[in-house]
């Protein structure tokens, strides 16, 4: 392990503890999680034929994979024919550069924001601050943590994190007047700031949901209509799109609306669907004078080369953060990335450098309820594995190696499997009571620190199982 990565290992683990003692965080994350996971099973028991739908959308996907350049130039060419701009991005920097030309080459000096993952991941409110741009995120909850100054901590709830009270204490210090921290008054509050913002604004930035490679037609899905503002508004709309969010046609569109908010709060539909397709036209009454996409890379290709291109399938719901019972105990913030939970868990180390983030692929029970709840059905704990897998051959653990390889044989041998069953039960029983051990010794210790371990049984199966027999 390079020190950075031992230094961002014990970062995730210090993260965790202090998330694992706040009271209020782990509040929130019960709340969210849980109603977001029994959302997820209605939404799918809401669609009758869910199974087909999923096993129809994963298909669209991998097909969509296998061909992304064929699609990409499709929707480069479909984007241009409607009258729109198309940039192609290779990392972040790139990209952050394209918008802030964009921005410099027209005058901008204000510019509002939905909420867009993809530009979370390059950064881009920093460059643009950085340009002498002011940019607002017009999503409540990403203002919320715009003015905190932190990172999302959940794909679709950003501001999970946050209370009534330290929405309203944030609030208070950018208006320089007391909010009351009711409901009510908190959305009337953000309202307020928001449309003069947006009535400020020469530039929308927003991200794109699926973008149809025969129509240029760029899906936005939103719940506050924040996303229509800030597309119709402003003179100028910039979109920035990950190039795995491209799908063929126009008929594979109600496949992915069909499963995209079931799967992310257990809707039938979000709030707001808007179709896109080239800027404003003669006639129009409303839209942006010019429309650039913007197609980003950063890592993505070397995913889509790789055996780990199912990852890129994902459509940024959030159901596998909310089934993850890791997830559910340290919220998004301790994984340390734009993207967290599982899914977060294999992109990160995927997009960025695998050695950069030892802890990442470890994050995760392997019990499967991530891939359960995903509508497409991403294998994220096979990933998960195959990560751990190039870990072990990029740094091979002496003491794991031996582990294993003593564990090998035992299990090749049947007479010493049983001498070992015997040796543990032996060495366990006086360390348990009332059926469990609180505190394994030595090197195992880890195991007991937040959980109990269940204390030998007095005879094992094979015993158990003679004497049956016997009987
Ligand atoms: S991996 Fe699946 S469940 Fe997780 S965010 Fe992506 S689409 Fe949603």
Redesign the pocket.
């Known amino acids: 392990m390079t020190d950075y990565a031992r230094q961002e290992h014990r970062e995730f683990v210090a993260a965790s503890r202090a998330a694992l003692s706040d009271g209020k965080l782990q509040l929130a994350l019960v709340r969210l999680t849980s109603t977001l996971t029994a959302a997820n099973r209605r939404g799918y028991d809401s669609l009758p034929e869910s199974a087909q739908v999923r096993e129809q959308a994963r298909q669209i996907k991998l097909r969509t994979l296998a061909n992304l350049p064929r699609y990409l130039e499709q929707l480069e060419e479909s984007v241009r024919s409607v009258g729109g701009f198309v940039h192609w991005a290779d990392d972040a920097r790139q990209a952050c550069n394209i918008v802030c030309d964009i921005a410099w080459s027209h005058g901008v000096k204000r510019a509002v924001k939905a909420k867009s993952m993809t530009t979370e991941e390059i950064h881009l409110n920093a460059a643009l601050e950085s340009a002498g741009i002011e940019v607002t995120e017009t999503d409540f909850g990403e203002f919320v943590i715009q003015l905190a100054k932190e990172r999302p901590s959940h794909?679709v709830a950003p501001a999970v994190h946050h209370t009534r009270e330290s929405i309203a204490g944030l609030l208070s210090n950018h208006l320089g007047e007391p909010v009351p921290d009711d409901a009510p008054t908190l959305a009337k509050t953000g309202r307020r700031i928001l449309r003069q913002k947006f009535f400020a604004a020469d530039m929308g930035i927003t991200g794109v949901n699926f973008a149809v490679a025969e129509t240029g037609t760029l899906v936005l899905v939103t719940n506050e209509g924040n996303g229509r503002l800030t597309t119709t508004w402003p003179r100028i709309h910039v979109a920035v799109m990950g190039m795995e969010k491209v799908i063929p046609r126009w008929r594979d569109l109600p496949v992915f609306l069909k499963l995209l908010a079931r799967?992310a709060t257990g809707h039938p539909l979000s709030v707001y669907t808007s179709l896109i397709t080239g800027p404003a036209r003669n006639g129009d009454l409303d839209g942006p004078e010019e429309l650039h996409l913007v197609i980003l890379d950063n890592g993505r290709s070397k995913v889509l080369a790789s055996p780990f291109r199912e990852s890129l399938?994902?459509?940024?719901?959030?159901?596998?953060?909310n089934a993850c019972p890791v997830y559910r105990r340290i919220g998004g913030h301790a994984y340390g990335g734009i993207y967290s939970?599982?899914?977060g868990s294999v992109l990160t180390p995927l997009y960025s450098d695998i050695s950069h983030n030892p802890h990442l692929p470890h994050a995760s029970s392997l019990c499967g309820a991530?891939q359960a709840?995903?509508?497409?059905k991403?294998n994220?704990p096979h990933m998960l594995i195959g990560l751990r897998e190039l870990q072990h051959e990029k740094k091979r653990n002496f003491w794991e190696d031996l582990a294993y390889g003593l564990a090998r044989r035992v299990l090749q041998r049947p007479w010493l499997y049983r001498l070992m069953g015997r040796l543990l039960r032996w060495t366990l029983r006086p360390l348990s009571r009332d059926g469990w051990c609180c505190r394994l010794p030595g090197p195992v210790a880890g195991w007991t620190q937040s959980r109990d371990f269940p204390a030998p049984t007095r005879r094992s199966f094979r015993q158990l199982w003679k004497r049956e027999m016997k009987r």
């Open positions: 794909i799967a399938a994902c459509i940024r719901c959030g159901a596998c953060l939970g599982p899914i991530c709840a995903c509508p497409v991403i994220i």
